[in-house]
């Protein structure tokens, strides 16, 4: 492999991690973390929104208020470096899963591709301009049950049982 190859490698699987860092952040609401995958200048235009990081941390985090949890999964990822700037086309599905007694149609899974041009400052790859681009949604009303049995649960926040791994610092410590 040639130095430049492997700085390339660097480089896709930082962008990679930002794109994963953003779906930490959202499902767990940690938007402190939100803010590491942005650049203060950034753009995110997501389906009824678009604006600066600032103003999608507020907007988001009063839509998140309507589900008790979200789930996003990242399939294929396609990075399109030059230079200090890269295209990423990201695939995945979110479920989103209403509160109790909320909307049923809050019961949804979507399809979509976060379009993402990345640039590199200051040794930080980060989002400079997103495009939530949805590609299809399907109603999930009704269809949610409730666990079999005892065990861990996921939680929409500092909660969650991956901030109290044992022999893991909490992020408190961090």
Do not use: N
């Not at 930002?18 to 402190?32: G, H, I, L, P, Q």
């Not at 803010?35 to 907007?59: L, M, N, Q, S, V």
């Not at 399907?138 to 649960?153: I, Q, T």
């Amino acid at each position: 492999m040639t130095p430049k190859q492997l700085s390339e490698l660097i480089d896709r699987q930082q962008i990679t991690e930002v794109v994963f860092r953003y779906c930490r952040a959202v499902d767990r609401r940690d938007f402190d973390l939100l803010r590491t995958c942005y650049h203060p200048d950034a753009i995110d235009r997501h389906t009824g929104f678009t604006g600066d990081i600032e103003a999608y941390i507020a907007w988001l985090s009063e839509i998140l208020r309507r589900f008790a949890g979200t789930h996003h999964l990242i399939g294929q990822q396609l990075v399109e470096l030059d230079g200090d700037a890269a295209r990423c086309e990201s695939y995945g599905t979110a479920t989103h899963r209403a509160v109790l007694g909320g909307e049923p149609d809050h019961d949804f899974t979507t399809g979509f591709r976060y379009i993402d041009r990345m640039e590199r400052r200051s040794g930080q790859w980060r989002i400079a301009e997103r495009l939530a681009t949805r590609d299809w949604t399907r109603s999930d009303a009704g269809l949610f049950r409730h666990k079999e049995g005892e065990g861990p649960s996921g939680h929409p926040s500092s909660a969650d049982p991956l901030y109290r791994l044992p022999g893991w610092p909490s992020a408190v410590e961090r």
